[in-house]
């Protein structure tokens, strides 16, 4: 069965991402080519709600081997993406004018997201890598953007290096899995995984896929890239990668090891717990340390993976609920990091050096900007009324229903409140920085509308998804049961 509305949205976001380059031919300026890219995101954003109002397309591929389905989770995640794309090409307006590589930079981030996109709808391991390897060549290019930059150019070499390392792991993780099973479809994975159980060559296959996959989301101890990278890369494009391209990895690794490796959740959950746990302990503890803004943000990013990372071993005892909380942490973190990320480019453009001391002050000088990032501190640390605090609660919920069946799902609730009281106070340092203490200059700071929209935008969903969250948790649980067939 080959239904092409299954990736009709995947192909808005290529014709527009083709068009663009020819159009800078005619038209030079930066916010036109932004205008261009925010219409073909708005287009395909449109397609997806248009699916998730009417229902959902029929799939690619067999019935019994599927390449692509459309359902509930593709769309969820689709959303999240583009919601990230559409605030970094906002952002990116002014940020990259001056740079005679335009078109290439919003084709760039169109091909990423489209890429993405394509791992969300994904129910095959080969297509599943085909949408990772789309979306991490884009990536590396968006990150060497600055190509004359030092810290750029060597934060583009790490991180090619070390994604070219994933995937090799990733591949040849699904080689072996493929050489024991025959299949490379999740389903039929798991189907022949429950007939024959556990050897060697699987275990071996889901370390490897572990650590390929934990690369792409920077889990412990597959982390050491991402602050480098966040640093050197474009803030905006940190920003995208913060908070779209781990919820990719995220994606991943929910599908692979909820739809295809439940069979053997017994070797796998205890692992993934741990790493879990020492993900959001060593992002916390070394962001305490961090002066450079970007270093931080991306520490933090590397614990909030960690939190994300718990719902898949509480998954193994709750099921769909788990999940539930594990997505609606990934889309209040999506808002959370970016407008944080986009604050600092914001910042930078006006000059606004990238350690946090240079934040002093800030409150005075742009009033706006110190609140906004003073709203995504409190989010990232789980204060309430924001989002992050109810998406914490949730999962911290999870955990709690987890331990009334496995005493040790307990600990990963423990470590998620010891971990976020612990954060507090490098969040709360930046918020001292720009309301307590003086800065050397007095003077106003005046920042592009494109970048101030864009922090707009993300500050209100992180007000909103805090205060009303019911309509959002119930489209992440219709999302989470379409791994749970029995369930759905």
Known sequence: MFDYGAIYPEIILILFAVAIPALHLLLKSSRALAGISLVGVAASAGMVVYYLLNGYPGMIGSENSPLIVFDALAAVFSLVFLSVAFVAILASARYVENDRHLAEYFTLILMATAGMMLVASAQDLLT????IEIASMATYALVAFRKRDKRGSEAAVKYVIIGGLSSALSLYGISLLFGVTGT??????NEALAAQGIDLATILSVGLLI???GFKIAIAP?????????????TPVSAFLAAASKKMGLVVMFKVFIVGLIAIKADWDIVVGVVAILTMTIGNVIALSQTNIKRMLAYSSIAQAGYMLMALPLATVVGDFAITAGIFHIITHAFMKSGAFI??????????????????????????????????????????PLSGFMSKVVLLSASVQAAEITQWMLWLGVALVLNSALSL???VRVIKYMYVEKGESTAKIKVPVSLTVAIAVCMVATIVLGLFFDPVLDLCSEAARTLFPAMA
């Open 128 to 131: 599943i890598y085909i949408g």
């Open 184 to 189: 490379t479809s999740l389903v039929g994975i």
């Open 211 to 213: 650590a390929g996959f």
């Open 222 to 234: 597959f982390h050491m890239w991402a602050p480098d990278v966040y640093e050197g890369a474009p």
């Open 343 to 384: 604050v600092v480019a914001a910042l930078a453009y006006v000059a606004i050096g990238e350690s946090v001391a240079d934040y002093k002050g800030l409150a005075k000088r742009a009033p706006f900007m110190a609140f906004s990032m003073a709203i995504f501190m409190f989010a990232l640390a789980g204060i309430p």
């Open 425 to 427: 106070y490098y969040y």
